[in-house]
């Protein structure tokens, strides 16, 4: 079992940063792969970002490329999302999530790849 709990959010002018920090907890953080996931009001949750095990690999959303920085600390077991240039689109809950995976470099970027769930933390974006 993994226990995944994300703080960072808040309300932030359009333009504006936030730096999302997600803490892991249970089992040897370098055996999962992890990803930023969010859902807005109404509609389905969607793929943000992913880092591998290592570290060493990245993938993100169209959305968000350019705009948002996903890393790693696994000294530290915790999970960032880095987002710069913030848009009222960007507005959603953000979720943090693990993918216990074998390879150190591949990341699935699919929402049932994912093993355990953090509870969200609450991104608002004005305008």
């Known amino acids: 079992q993994v226990q995944l709990v994300e703080s960072g959010g808040g309300l932030v002018q359009a333009g504006g940063s936030l730096r999302l920090s997600c803490a892991a907890s249970?089992?040897?953080?370098?055996?999962?792969?992890m990803g930023w996931f969010r859902q807005a009001p109404g509609k389905e949750r969607e793929f943000v970002a992913a880092?591998?095990?290592?570290?060493?690999?990245?993938e993100y959303a169209d959305s968000v490329k350019g705009r948002f920085t996903v890393s790693r600390d696994n000294a530290k077991n915790t999970v960032y999302l880095q987002m710069n240039s913030l848009k009222s689109e960007d507005t959603a809950v953000y979720y943090c999530?693990?993918?216990?995976?074998?390879?150190?470099?591949?990341?699935?970027?699919?929402?049932?790849?994912?093993?355990?769930w953090g509870r969200g933390t609450q991104v608002t974006v004005s305008s």
């Open positions: 249970g089992r040897t953080f370098t055996n999962y792969a």
């Open positions: 999530a693990a993918d216990l995976i074998h390879s150190k470099e591949v990341i699935f970027t699919g929402s049932g790849s994912y093993d355990y």
């Open positions: 880092i591998s095990r290592s570290g060493g690999s990245t």
